[in-house]
């Protein structure tokens, strides 16, 4: 007779990788509950940004569910699923981007432009943690390589045409609301390069002896700051102009 052996998955407390892994998952599944519930209340022009947060908080939390087992079981980084998880996610917050300034004239070039450079930026990154060879002149050459995607991103949030196209829109809520997720940009994707450099033979791996599971700490950090706030920023934006519009409508 077979016997059925069931291994019980604990959360180990005492390790904060682990505990961020469990409650990342059930923090992005339910946000996601949350945008898709809530995209009844927003106005229909609302509608496919606030399907695009709930996206981006699902497709993570799938990949949470499965890192977070790959984790447990191994104690390994789970490079390539994270890198997945990024390739679906950060273009869809590029998306999110081109729809805030699409009144305003957005044209489907500029999706693209920032779809590239994310591209960039993850194909980068992933060369620099899949394929090292634990020196650290490999994780600088490839971490470096990997900003100049970033910064261009920066660069388009808060000077470029994303910002250009926000202040042509006239929509005070659009202007702060785009402004805010430049904040986010800025400093939200800038916890992501700290948990880069703990990687073998990173900055902070080598110069202050961060061990590598850190990597996945800061990611994990990371991602519920910005998939989270990301959609939040754009949920209140459509909230507003809802609100905006029916007063408009009843005065
Ligand atoms: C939902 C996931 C998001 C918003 C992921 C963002 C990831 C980054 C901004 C990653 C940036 C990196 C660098 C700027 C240099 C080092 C390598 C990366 C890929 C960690």
């Given at each position: 007779m077979k016997t059925l052996l069931l291994e019980v998955m604990t959360i180990p407390v005492d390790d904060p990788v682990a505990f961020t892994f469990f409650t990342g998952y059930m923090a992005m599944f339910a946000a996601s509950v949350f945008f898709f519930f809530e995209r009844s209340r927003v106005s229909d022009k609302w509608k496919t940004s606030l399907l695009v947060s709930g996206l981006i908080?699902?497709?993570?939390?799938?990949?949470?569910?499965?890192?977070?087992?790959?984790?447990?079981?191994?104690?390994?980084?789970?490079?390539?699923?994270?890198?997945?998880?990024?390739?679906?996610?950060?273009?869809?917050?590029?998306?999110?981007?081109?729809?805030?300034?699409?009144?305003?004239?957005?044209?489907?070039?500029?999706?693209?432009?920032?779809?590239?450079?994310?591209?960039?930026?993850?194909?980068?990154?992933?060369?620099?943690?899949?394929?090292?060879?634990?020196?650290?002149?490999?994780?600088?050459?490839?971490?470096?390589?990997?900003?100049?995607?970033?910064?261009y991103i920066l660069y388009t949030a808060w000077f470029g045409e994303v910002k250009k196209l926000a202040d042509a829109s006239g929509n005070p809520t659009v202007v702060r609301g785009v402004r805010t997720l430049a904040w986010f940009v800025l400093v939200g994707w800038a916890i992501y390069p700290i948990g880069y450099m703990c990687m073998p033979g990173g900055w902070l791996n080598v110069g202050l002896g961060w061990e590598a599971t850190n990597v996945d700490l800061f990611y994990n950090i990371a991602d519920a700051v910005n998939k989270i706030g990301f959609g939040l920023v754009v949920y209140s934006i459509a909230i507003t102009s809802t609100k905006e519009s029916a007063n408009a409508a009843t005065a």
């Open positions: 908080t699902a497709i993570a939390a799938v990949h949470y569910y499965y890192m977070r087992d790959y984790y447990a079981a191994t104690g390994e980084n789970p490079t390539a699923l994270r890198y997945i998880d990024w390739t679906l996610t950060v273009p869809l917050m590029c998306v999110e981007f081109y729809l805030l300034t699409k009144a305003a004239g957005a044209k489907i070039g500029l999706l693209w432009k920032l779809i590239i450079a994310a591209a960039w930026m993850l194909i980068a990154g992933y060369i620099g943690e899949a394929f090292t060879d634990g020196s650290t002149s490999h994780s600088v050459i490839w971490g470096v390589a990997s900003t100049i995607g970033y910064v």
